[in-house]
């Protein structure tokens, strides 16, 4: 019987499985993670939750073997019809400053438990450090502080995401965080201790220290056995590894070949489907416009396109002055990304027109009048 052996249980792994049952796969089916059953990672940081993707019943229901384990070699395929696919996502980048060992992470179900507790358990208005205000530390921050922490956010720039919302709005989003209570710093962490954290030369005090500086792909078992690693593996364009045809890799952990790495949700959802149109030899799905969204405080920020494509942008602002949408332009004038404030309609029309190739004209990127579903037609 031909099999499918998943190494990694987050949502490019669940995908994949998920996937194959829904195509009748008609061989065995199994997904390893030393974390045990398969869980969705945007909640950890969100709201500190463990969400699973499905109970273990579905699991059973669809004869899918989970293994709790941590492979430690590759289990490379034996037969024509074998696949392995590697999801081993991302790991924490760590502080290379004294003292490092004093600061958390927030990365795994086990982290987030962790950081739960010690929010519940510790005193009304405990000081909580975070440093690294991008994705993870902003939306720590926010759910720390609605859990009545006195909090600290520690960035390197004025404007975190900037690579993704675009300078303006990422600036902007970062200055809110003092709307909300939560103390700002820029500047460098040099040192840390117990109870505090050497910030530019002042030293502040901390009862519990996080670390959120970005991750890094995971290839460790990649590279022990001999694939090809170029800051992710390295895949072709149906995800096979470009060393092993029957090796797979999809998610954070992948690269294709040429390309720049994506790491985001719905980019692994799409390696995954991919990854089961390789293994079953039907045509893969089209990928669409790159999105991502977050939560913060009360505010549900979104991206589409590519910012690092962007040489200009138009700015949309409320009736309060505010930021409410960016729009990016590419040398040539053509729409290549937005970013959003509670833009959920307008995110949608947004990915349509650049899927499409349309960009409107600047009054209309500018006017807050024209909604979503009359962005991009001529005006009556």
């Known amino acids: 019987m031909s099999s499918v052996h998943i190494i990694g249980a987050g949502v ?11 195509r009748n796969y008609a061989g065995s089916i199994s997904i390893s993670d030393a974390q045990g059953l398969p869980y969705d990672r945007p909640p950890l940081s969100k709201s500190l939750q463990v969400e699973p993707f499905a109970p273990v019943s579905w699991y059973r229901e669809h004869r899918i073997n989970l293994v709790q384990e941590e492979i430690t070699q590759l289990p490379l395929p034996t037969a024509d019809d074998d696949w392995v696919v590697l999801a081993t996502g991302t790991i924490p980048r760590t502080l290379d400053i004294p003292g490092a060992e004093f600061a958390r992470s927030l990365h795994t179900a086990a982290d987030a438990r962790h ?3 010690a929010l519940e358990d510790g005193m009304f208005g405990q000081r909580v450090l975070i440093i690294g205000a991008g994705l993870v530390g902003a939306e720590f921050a926010s759910t720390a502080r609605m ?6 956010l ?8 900037a690579h993704v919302l675009g300078e303006d709005l990422a600036e902007q989003l970062h200055a809110e965080h003092r709307t909300h209570g939560i103390t700002t710093i820029t500047g460098a962490v040099t040192e840390l201790g117990p109870g505090y954290a050497i910030v530019s030369g002042t030293r502040h005090e901390a009862d519990l220290i996080v670390a959120a500086i970005g991750v890094e792909p995971d290839t460790a078992l990649a590279e022990r056995s001999g694939l090809d690693v170029e800051n992710g ?24 070949a040429g390309q720049a790495r994506a790491v985001h949700w719905e980019a692994a959802m799409e390696d995954a489907a991919i990854a089961a149109s390789t293994i079953l030899g039907t045509p893969a799905p089209a990928r669409s416009i790159p999105w991502f969204w977050s939560d913060r405080h009360d505010t549900h920020v979104e991206t589409v396109g590519d910012f690092s494509k962007v040489a200009s942008v138009v700015k949309r602002h409320n009736r309060r002055g505010k930021i409410q949408t960016v729009f990016g332009l590419d040398e040539s004038g053509a729409l290549v990304a937005a970013s959003m ?4 309609l307008m995110s949608k029309a947004v990915r349509k027109l650049m899927a499409r190739g349309i960009t409107p004209g600047i009054e209309q990127l500018e006017d807050p009048q024209i909604g979503p579903r009359e962005l991009g037609r001529p005006a009556p």
């Open 341 to 344: 404030i509670d833009g959920g």
């Open 233 to 256: 593996i390295l895949v072709d364009a149906g995800q096979r590894s470009t060393s092993h045809r029957q090796v797979l890799a999809a998610g954070d952990a992948a690269r294709e």
């Open 115 to 117: 950081l739960a507790r």
């Open 12 to 22: 490019a792994g669940y995908t994949l499985a998920r996937e194959l049952v829904s």
């Open 154 to 161: 520690v960035s390197s720039s004025n404007a975190p995401l």
């Open 147 to 152: 859990l009545g922490a006195q909090v600290t």
